[in-house]
């Protein structure tokens, strides 16, 4: 097992999508050998794993052993890591985010460099969602529950892309990539608010954005497997970004703060992209914007 110690929500995956890239391994996993018996635990021992492909069907296989009920549930523990988190691949190289490569559509390599940096997207929001699960304590049951789906959904979309990647001729790692996503995430984890008003309400929401021009150009360029896996995604984010929505409005109401007001002072404090048009306003009131907060965007 490649573990390094250094270095469930509506929207379900249905098997008829498969069939739009190369056949995934299905996760065979017990509970005795692949986990530790409870959740959050469990959670932490595959965001530590540096392998993204060993990765991706650990917490695939995870979430299978749960619903059978192979694992329990411990809000209350204190999780300490024993390795930095999360664990990760040597490559690929992280660079600033100038400096990753952009290239033509119109050539296979260019739509590689997009594929892989949609698969990195996707691996790094495994690390996110196993990371909310397991690093913050006392939050009623069902908060658990959605993040395992959550990272269970990222997990199969960087299979699929990286699936697909390879019959391109390309492995995930093969171009340079970026980090931000995860310091954003550094920055929050000294609290839950913080770290669910900023990720998937802000960076996740970002890609509801984003994915519809991106399914259009792979698309047009004739790559309509790789557009179908982005309308896979789409529907998928829709409901991680509605996750975050749920989790930070019932923060607000324990902590009794608006949240309107608190959303714009958190992306001050810890230095938050501003959401930049234009907005998939539709995906965005699917996944439990209120009006108030997409007016907004407007300003």
Not at 31 to 41: N, W, Y
Not at 86 to 111: H, I, T
């Amino acid at each position: 097992m490649g573990v390094c110690s250094p270095y469930f929500t509506a929207h379900r995956m249905n098997r008829s999508a498969l069939s739009i890239a190369p056949a995934l391994d299905t996760p065979h996993l017990s509970p005795s050998a692949e986990t530790h018996g409870e959740l959050r635990r469990s959670a932490l021992h595959w965001l530590s794993c540096c392998g993204p492909a060993e990765k991706a069907a650990g917490v695939r296989g995870l979430a299978t052993i749960w619903q059978q009920g192979g694992l329990t549930l411990d809000t209350g523990a204190q999780a300490l890591a024993s390795c930095i988190v999360p664990g990760r691949p040597a490559r690929p190289l992280l660079v600033p985010p100038l400096s990753v490569p952009r290239r033509s559509m119109a050539s296979v390599d260019g739509r590689a460099v997009l594929l892989h940096a949609l698969a990195h997207i996707e691996f790094n929001a495994i690390n996110l969602a196993l990371d909310a699960l397991w690093r913050f304590d006392g939050m009623p049951d069902a908060y658990y529950k959605d993040w395992l789906q959550v990272a269970a959904e990222e997990a199969l979309h960087f299979s699929l892309l990286a699936a697909h990647l390879r019959t391109q001729g390309f492995e995930y790692g093969d171009f340079p990539s970026h980090d931000s996503l995860w310091q954003l995430a550094e920055r929050t984890k000294h609290d839950v608010l913080a770290r669910i008003a900023l990720v998937p309400r802000t960076m996740e929401a970002r890609g509801l954005d984003a994915s519809p021009p991106m399914r259009a150009k792979l698309a047009q360029a004739g790559d309509h497997a790789a557009a179908a896996i982005l309308d896979i995604i789409l529907r998928d984010e829709i409901g991680h970004v509605a996750v975050g929505n749920r989790w930070y409005r019932w923060l607000c109401i324990e902590r009794s703060l608006d949240p309107v007001s608190t959303y714009a002072a958190l992306v001050e404090k810890y230095r938050a992209p501003v959401p930049r048009g234009p907005f998939n306003l539709a995906a965005r009131r699917a996944a439990g914007f209120t009006d108030a907060e997409l007016e907004l965007l407007k300003e």
